[in-house]
C-alpha cells in the first residue's frame, strides 16, 4: 500500500494537483485577511472558517478530478498491467487523498496560527492543533464520493454535487439533525474546537454548539460513512470496465 501512495505522489509530483495543496491554503490567508482588515479577534477565525465550510471541499473536489483523469487518459493501463488488484490501486489513491487533506489542514493550522498571533485571535491553539486531526477524518468520506463522480460523471456535475453538500452541511450543522448529514459533521464539530460557529462568528460563551462530548462521537460517524463510501466506490469500480 505505501509503494501505491508514492506512486500516486510521483504522479502528482510534476502537476498542478501537488500546487494545489499550496495555492489553496494561501489564497485562503489572503482571503482572510482582505476581509479582516483592521478588524480585532478574526483572522484565524475567518481562515478556518473559509477553509473547512468552501475552500478545502472545493480543492478535494479538483484534486481529485484531476487525479482520475490523469489515470483515465492512459486507459487505466496500470491496471491492466499489474497484477495489483483495481480495489487495492484504488484504495492506493483514496490513501493518498487524505494524506492531501492532511498536509493541507496542517499548513492552515500553521498560517492561521502564526496570523492569529500577530493579528489577534480568540481560536485556542489546542483546540486548532486537535482540529487538524479532526477535520481531516471528518472529511474522509467524502474522497470515495468525488473520485466516483469524477469518474462516472465528469467535473461539473463533481462541483455541483460538492458545493450542494458543502451549502447543506453549513445549514444543518447548527440544528439537532447534524449527524444525520456527513457534510454536517466536520462544521459541527469544530465548532468546541475553534469556539467558531459554522456561519463565521465567535460562539459565545455558554453556546450549546461549544459542546466538546460530541467531537469523538462526530469523528466516529465521519468514520463509519468513510468506510460505507470507499466499499461502495471500491466495489463499483472493481466490476467496471475500464480497458
Known amino acids: 500500500m505505501l509503494n501505491i501512495v508514492k506512486a500516486e505522489y510521483q504522479k502528482a509530483r ?3 494537483s501537488l500546487m494545489l495543496i499550496w495555492a489553496f491554503p494561501v489564497l485562503t490567508f489572503a482571503l482572510a485577511f482582505v476581509l479582516t482588515l483592521g478588524m480585532i479577534n478574526a483572522y484565524a477565525e475567518s481562515v478556518w472558517n473559509w477553509w473547512y465550510t468552501l475552500l478545502l471541499p472545493g480543492m478535494l473536489a479538483i484534486i481529485c478530478h484531476l ?13 491492466i498491467t499489474l497484477s495489483t488488484s483495481r480495489k487495492t490501486l484504488m484504495m492506493g489513491k483514496v490513501v493518498y487523498m487524505g494524506c492531501v487533506i492532511l498536509a493541507s489542514n496542517i499548513i492552515i493550522f500553521a498560517g492561521a496560527s502564526l496570523g492569529g498571533l500577530l493579528l489577534t485571535t480568540s481560536v485556542p491553539l489546542g483546540g486548532a492543533a486537535i482540529a487538524v486531526l479532526a477535520l481531516t477524518a471528518a472529511q474522509l468520506w467524502e474522497i470515495p464520493l468525488l473520485l466516483f463522480l469524477s469518474e462516472r460523471f ?6 455541483l454535487v460538492c458545493l450542494f453538500l458543502t451549502v447543506g452541511g453549513t445549514i444543518t450543522s447548527p440544528t439537532g439533525k447534524w449527524y444525520f448529514f456527513a457534510s454536517a459533521i466536520p462544521m459541527r464539530i469544530l465548532c468546541p474546537l475553534l469556539h467558531i460557529l459554522p456561519n463565521g462568528l465567535p460562539a459565545e460563551a455558554g453556546d450549546p454548539l461549544l459542546d466538546t462530548k460530541i467531537v469523538f462521537p462526530g469523528i466516529c460517524l465521519s468514520i463509519i460513512w ?10 463499483w469500480f472493481d466490476q467496471r470496465e475500464v480497458g
Open 14 to 16: 510534476r502537476s498542478v
Open 67 to 79: 487525479s482520475m483523469m490523469r489515470d483515465k487518459r492512459t486507459r487505466y493501463y496500470n491496471l
Open 154 to 159: 465528469g467535473m461539473i456535475v463533481e462541483l
Open 226 to 235: 468513510f468506510v460505507l463510501s470507499t466499499i461502495l466506490f471500491l466495489n
